[in-house]
């Protein structure tokens, strides 16, 4: 599990985790599911176990999906296939490798200012790992929408390779396929920046976040305007922009080789996005509600495609033990027996609550069990005591809708999870 660690008002909880393992050979979905579906507000997404990492690399739980880029208000764009969708963060965030060699669009820099110094980004996890690399503009294309000259991060870029030490200060790379293990991130969170505020206007500028750079290897910590920031390119679509839908069909308890579904544009913008009956749990300024499990009552949470498990402290229940360190999926749960479970969800204000049920099953043997398998609705691992993060496992068999904060819909105003 991998936590960004920007928090801040307007900011983001960014949740990309890789699988703690898996094996065997996935498929390569270019474009990241099956087909394009009917829409023009309707994106392809997969998951496939994405793209071969090393003889046994396979990404278990991993929604994917091909992003469109394009030099801003030109024809000359790139597909890039196998870009994570992560409703945990904000912003679309690509590896200069991404495509098999270095990103091949020559994309205008941002800068602070015209003929100014350019910005670079730094993305913390908790992990201890970071993606580093300058800001550069592009055009956005996903189904049939276009969102113009949105700032991306090009993590890895060559000409910064020189990584600030405070952004790279007791971590380690994840600007290479084999590290992050996709071709970038489509941050589609609750916020329509990254950092928002607290990246602006602080009084001394936050380290390990912004930076201007007078030259790719002089960059300092620096105050950004929020426009300049990472964007949701979503709120930046003309139209269908005041969030996303992540539908995912349900996987058997065994787990499934494939699962294709679709990210769907707008909340009652059309008739195929409208809210129907949907339960609404507003969130706070950091993307987060409220889970009751055992006997914690108030725990923080969050809802969140780009984390491949579910993750949660069972000490207060059954205790489930841990895989070895020697098994396939080190640090996962894995139970004698999988163990059925509720957690109670309220939104962060109103009243409305649900009971969610939900299964954990041993990680060895549902690998062992399905070598091919990469959709599984029953992995979980621990987290803080504080914490539990609703990763993919919860999208199967929901639609889970994201709205964004500062847009209206017929739900009410953003930011909320409804499903």
Known sequence: MRKLLAVIVCGTLALIAGCGGGSGG????????????????????????????????????????TVTVCMPGTTTCQAIDHVLVDTGSVGLRLLASAGGGEFSL?????????????????????????????MELADVKMGSEVAPSVPVQVAGATAFATVPTSCSVGGT????????????????????????????????????????????????SANVPVLLQAQNPVTMFPVDNNGVIIELPAVPAAGSATVSGSMIFG????????????????????????????????IQSFIDSGSNGLFFLDSVTTGIPLCSGTSQAPGFYCPTATQSLTATQKGATGTTTNAVSFSIANANSLIAGNPNGAAFSNLGAPAGATLFDWGLPFFYGKNVFVAIEGTTNPGGAGPFWAY
């Open 267 to 298: 909340i009652g913008t059309q008739s195929n996005n409208t809210l129907g009956t949907a339960k609404i749990f507003p969130s706070d300024l950091s993307g987060n509600f409220i889970t009751s499990f055992g006997t914690n009552t108030n």
């Open 26 to 65: 996935g498929t390569t979905t270019v474009g990241g599911g099956g087909g394009t579906p009917p829409g023009s507000n309707v994106q392809a997404i997969a998951v496939d176990g994405g793209l071969p990492l090393t003889p046994a690399g396979f990404f278990v739980n991993g929604v994917f999906t």
């Open 173 to 220: 790379s994840d600007n290479t396929l084999a590290a992050l293990g996709a071709n970038g991130i489509l941050g589609v969170g609750l916020f329509p920046q990254d950092c928002g505020p607290g990246c602006a206007n602080a009084a001394t500028p936050l380290p390990g976040f912004y930076y201007t750079c007078a030259t790719p290897s002089t960059c300092a």
């Open 106 to 134: 020559a994309l205008q820099p941002e800068t602070i200012s015209a003929g100014g110094s350019s910005i670079a980004n730094c993305a913390q996890f908790l992990d201890g790992t970071f993606l580093w690399g300058p």
